[in-house]
């Protein structure tokens, strides 16, 4: 009996959780829908079909960002621990946006070769793509303490904080700070200070500025995978919220700004239309656009600054072999 019981109440959470996960996807679809400009928010992009066109972007060859930081994890392995290691206390290691680990992997092999006393923490808003993450390790690194962390950012960094209080080390890589305007950045970065301790490490990869047409080529490539990537978020609208967008009316646009850094995305609407979500009518103007995500590129400077504007103090730098992309190591002190 206790049994059903508990059996019971797990799916009652299960279907309250995704409940309010819809709820929050259309509340913020209709939001940014209903605003001028249009925008969608890009942490949407990753459901299953989501998750595995981003696979293919990150294996297509002008996608350069995956290749430099997977150069930094594979050859400067033993630099990255010695920067977050410390005082060889055991730590957490928490993973912001975790995808599949294919980068941090090197380094929760190293760190596992060399004795580290450490608990791997994933974090990431998509269930499918933890599940295979999860899978790897088992199957790779059997040893390793790991504990999967499903949702938002923040919330999913308040819990981890409170499951042990070890020093703790975050990993967002990917250049994934990028891809908010430099305001959110800096409230980000802010906010993550404000919940860190003292002697905690933040460890962030940052895309470098560099030749326009070598950014502007990664993210508009030939073959159309990240149009495809991007459509796919009307897609999920259609599938999860019962929407009736004609994914053929729109096209994907990019744009970069060697100036700010700003390389952005767009879906054009390519003609007057109406499209109806969960039962709300949207009207599009032909031409009109949907801000669809920023891919933010910076300078060294602008690094620097961001960390001392934001509490942090920076301990260390690590480049690829091109030069092209840092994962800059920050301390809270």
């Known amino acids: 009996m206790t049994t059903y019981m508990n059996l019971q109440l797990i799916k ?25 400009p249009k925008h969608l928010s890009s942490k949407y992009f990753y459901d299953k079909t989501g998750d595995e066109l981003f696979q293919k972007i990150m294996a297509m060859p002008e996608y350069y960002l995956t290749r430099c930081e997977l150069d930094i994890f594979k050859n400067k392995t033993s630099e990255i621990a010695k920067g977050i290691r410390a005082d060889q206390e055991p730590f957490d290691l928490i993973e912001l946006g975790a995808g599949d680990a294919m980068k941090s992997t090197y380094l929760l092999k190293h760190l596992s070769e060399i004795g580290t006393d450490f608990t791997y923490m994933p974090i990431d808003i998509s269930g499918n793509i933890l599940s295979v993450l999860e899978k790897n390790l ?78 502007l ?33 729109f096209q994907h646009y990019e744009s970069y700004d060697p100036i700010t850094g700003a390389c952005k995305s767009f879906l054009i609407s390519l003609r007057d239309q109406k499209v109806n979500i969960a039962g709300q009518l949207i009207s599009f103007e032909e031409n009109e656009v949907i801000d669809m995500e920023v891919s933010q590129k910076f300078s060294r400077s602008e690094i ?20 092209w992309f840092i994962d800059s190591i920050w301390k809270v002190s």
């Open 12 to 36: 009652e959470s299960k279907k309250s959780s995704e409940k309010d996960h819809t709820d929050h996807f259309l509340n913020d679809v209709l939001t940014g829908l209903q605003s001028t």
């Open 304 to 323: 620097r600054k961001l960390a001392e504007k934001t509490g942090f103090r920076i301990t260390g730098e690590i480049a690829d072999s091109k030069d």
């Open 217 to 249: 080529n990664a993210y508009s490539d030939k073959s159309g995978i990240t149009a495809a990537f991007n459509l796919n978020l009307l897609s999920r609208i259609n599938r999860e919220l019962d929407g009736n967008f004609n994914i053929a009316d």
């Open 138 to 215: 088992k199957r790779q690194l059997p040893a390793i303490d790991i504990e999967l962390l499903e949702g938002e950012y923040f919330e999913m960094l308040e819990k981890a904080m409170t499951l042990s209080s070890r020093r703790k080390v975050i990993l967002f890589l990917g250049g994934n700070i990028g891809n908010m305007s430099r305001k959110e950045a800096e409230k980000f970065c802010i906010a993550l200070y404000q919940l860190l301790n003292k002697e905690d490490i933040v460890l962030i990869g940052f895309d470098l500025k560099k030749n326009p047409y070598t950014v």
